[in-house]
């Protein structure tokens, strides 16, 4: 199975900034989906978005206009950019990779959003 490391998690305040990566053990360019999912207290996980192989982009509406996910083939990584965080935004962010037919899962890092 793949592993998944992600990176970039931490306390921001309202408004501010935050770039989670995800480093992957296997070549990326393999993948036919890379994401990020995002888990609240309480909360089921949710799709925040995904890159498919071709390079199309799927995002939650609720994230739309402020996050960007992208990918560096070369250093098998994708990244989350997260613009104008919110405190909703609060949760654990999950990494996940789809290669031949398997998904893998990282084991997250927090993103908290508060003042």
């Known amino acids: 199975q793949v592993q998944l490391v992600e990176s970039g998690g931490g306390l921001v305040q309202p408004g501010g900034s935050l770039r989670l990566s995800c480093a992957a053990s296997a070549n990326i360019f393999s993948a036919s989906t890379m994401g990020w999912y995002r888990q609240a207290p309480g909360k089921e996980r949710e799709l925040v978005a995904v890159i498919i192989s071709g390079g199309n982009t799927v995002y939650a509406d609720s994230v739309k206009g402020r996050f960007t996910i992208s990918r560096d083939n070369a250093k098998n990584t994708v990244y989350l950019q997260m613009n104008s965080l919110k405190p909703e935004d609060t949760a654990r962010y999950y990494c996940?990779?789809?290669?031949?037919?398997?998904?893998?899962w990282g084991q997250g890092t927090q993103v908290t959003v508060s003042s």
């Open positions: 996940n990779a789809v290669f031949w037919g398997v998904a893998s």
